[in-house]
Every structure is written in structure tokens, then in C-alpha cells.
């Protein structure tokens, strides 16, 4: 069974600049397609960035411009660099495939508050 190891959330002032990590125990290209998912308290899960083997990405429109999906395939890794972060930010972060959920890891705790 996979496991996905998403860290590099804190607390952040607004205005202000995280970078997630996604490290996966096997092979991310068997993966396929990864997204970066997120939950604030009292919502439902919800899809923010998601890029494909080859490259391609797509954004939320609530964070397009903001933030950056990458994916290092050598390493296992799919990353989510957060720009500009708004106090609406706040939320676990999760990654997972985007077709085909596998067990999700423990996520990582954004706060953004001044």
C-alpha cells in the first residue's frame, strides 16, 4: 500500500509564502496524476492544484495565479508552492492521486493569521 507523506505547513502572516512536500513510498509516475487537496474546518475536501505525468497543471480558481504545483519524479515528490496566502488559505493540506484516491497521509496544518 502507498504512503503519502505530505509536511512543510506552519503559520503564516498574510501576504506570506509556504512550500508543501509530498513524498511518496513508491513511484510517483505509477501514480499518475497527483493533486494537492485541502480541508478547512467544517468543509468538505477540496481540490486546489493537480498536475499530470507530462506536466500539465490546473488550479482552483480561488488560488490560480497563488499557487504553483510541481512534481519531481526522481524523487517521488510532488510539491505545492503557496504564494500570497490569504487568511481563506487556512485548511489541512492533503495530496493524493487525482483519479483513484489511495489511503490519504495525515496532512500538513496551514494557518495563515496575522
Known amino acids: 500500500q502507498v504512503q503519502l507523506v505530505e509536511s512543510g505547513g506552519g503559520l503564516v502572516q498574510p501576504g506570506g509564502s509556504l512550500r508543501l512536500s509530498c513524498a511518496a513510498s513508491?513511484?510517483?509516475?505509477?501514480?499518475?496524476?497527483m493533486g494537492w487537496y485541502r480541508q478547512a474546518p467544517g468543509k468538505q475536501r477540496e481540490l486546489v492544484a493537480s498536475?499530470?505525468?507530462?506536466?500539465?497543471?490546473n488550479y482552483a480558481d480561488s488560488v490560480k495565479g497563488r499557487f504553483t504545483i510541481s512534481r519531481d519524479n526522481a524523487k517521488n515528490t510532488v510539491y505545492l508552492q503557496m504564494n500570497s496566502l490569504k487568511p481563506e488559505d487556512t485548511a489541512v493540506y492533503y495530496c493524493?492521486?487525482?483519479?483513484?484516491?489511495?489511503?490519504w497521509g495525515q496532512g500538513t496544518q496551514v494557518t495563515v493569521s496575522s
Open positions: 493524493n492521486r487525482l483519479y483513484g484516491a489511495v489511503a
Open positions: 513508491e513511484s510517483i509516475i505509477r501514480l499518475n496524476a
Open positions: 498536475i499530470f505525468v507530462g506536466g500539465r497543471t
